[in-house]
């Protein structure tokens, strides 16, 4: 008797549904307010949402992608760990996606951002701007260079605190085409702690966004490394913040 033959895989791999996080979770208290109170309603993309701006290699500086010295005076650079970010922008089929646009922007190392709403009394590093941007290359590969983020606290309860994090956002070919996502890093006893992480569903999805330490990259006497690939969608895409079921 014959095996039967392998089921040739289709062109599409449906949505987990399940695999996202609730709008509401009340532990993250400011999901109470920004949860939707009423039936969803659905509106059509404009051309100009669907077409533009169109982003291209011209458009991005020579330093842009290393956050270690796009925002530092000449012959300083920013202060802390000294850390390599790559991976890979991916569909559903582990097929490279080239040429997205990868914006980042995070906290410095002692866990302060830059700007003038920002709360926490931790120092600001007068060489830290604390964001960047790279395009995804023909394989889909992408790296930047930075300083590793220091945690930080936040009101949510009395004592809770974020992880050390990347926020990252991925645009394809139209302005509408943005996902949003946050990269944390291996070993981080903070991640389990955390109540914007406690709102998704299983412990294989919060691993999706943790960036395992990458030898490979790592250079020796200047920066360890960490990888972080993004899929965009399909049955294990990447939680994204700001579209429950990716593109």
Not at 1 to 11: E, L, Q, S, Y
Not at 22 to 38: E, G, I
Not at 80 to 105: C, K, N, Q, S
Request: proline letters at 10%.
């Amino acid at each position: 008797m014959k095996a039967p033959k392998p089921t040739r895989p289709g062109g599409y791999v449906p949505r987990d549904r399940t695999w996202q996080p609730a709008a509401l979770t009340p532990a993250y208290k400011t999901s109470v307010k920004r949860s939707p109170q009423s039936a969803l309603l659905s509106f059509p993309t404009t051309p100009s949402e669907e077409t533009g701006p169109v982003f291209g290699h011209h458009m991005l500086g020579a330093l842009d992608n290393d956050l270690l010295h796009n925002y530092a005076a000449a012959g300083e650079s920013a202060i802390g760990p000294r850390i390599i970010v790559r991976g890979r922008v991916l569909d559903e089929f582990a097929r490279p996606v080239p040429g997205a646009l990868i914006e980042v922007w995070q906290a410095n190392a002692g866990g302060r951002y830059r700007h003038k709403k920002e709360s926490y009394l931790a120092a600001l590093d007068p060489n830290f701007g604390g964001c960047g941007r790279v395009i995804a290359g023909d394989a889909g590969g992408y790296e930047f260079r930075t300083v590793q983020p220091g945690p930080y606290p936040w009101p949510n309860g009395m004592n809770d605190w974020r992880p050390a994090h990347i926020h990252f956002s991925v645009f394809g070919a139209g302005f509408a085409q943005r996902l949003i996502t946050q990269m944390y890093f291996e070993g981080d006893p903070l991640i389990w702690r955390c109540p914007i992480v406690g709102a998704l569903p299983c412990r294989e999805a919060v691993e999706t966004l943790i960036a395992p330490l990458d030898m490979n990259g790592t250079v020796p006497f200047d920066a360890l490394c960490y990888r972080f690939d993004i899929v965009l969608r399909g049955r294990r895409q990447t939680m994204f913040e700001n579209r429950r079921e990716g593109l």
